[in-house]
């Protein structure tokens, strides 16, 4: 069964930090680049960031210094560690994989930056 679960989006204040998790089948975590985007009210879908079976990341530039992805292969998990959140990092987050078999999203997650 191919699938991605996220977890840990949540209300933060700004500054705060948030993890993000997501958990995905063997065939998607092995073979596939797994990778986070958001998706903000009124906005077109975006890569946040992403990272390839061999443990190399890309970022978009909004969230280089701020925010890292890694990738578990105890747990089969991609992570998305988010420090000095902005209101502007309000969206909802998106796990994604991309495999040799096809494009892969979870179900999102929310997060929101707010006093």
């Known amino acids: 069964q191919v699938q991605l679960v996220e977890s840990g989006g949540g209300l933060v204040q700004p500054g705060g930090s948030l993890r993000l998790s997501c958990e995905a089948s063997?065939?998607?975590?092995?073979?596939?680049?797994l990778g986070w985007y958001r998706q903000a009210p009124g906005k077109e879908r975006e890569l946040v960031a992403d990272?390839?079976?061999?443990?190399?990341?890309t970022y978009a530039d909004f969230v280089k210094g701020r925010f890292t992805i890694s990738r578990d292969s105890a747990s089969n998990t991609v992570n998305l560690q988010m420090n000095t959140l902005a209101p502007e990092d309000t969206a909802v987050y998106f796990c994604?994989?991309?495999?040799?078999?096809?494009?892969?999203w979870g179900q999102g997650t929310q997060v929101t930056v707010s006093s």
């Open positions: 063997v065939i998607l975590f092995r073979y596939g680049t």
């Open positions: 994604h994989a991309n495999h040799y078999s096809g494009t892969f």
């Open positions: 990272i390839t079976t061999f443990g190399m990341p």
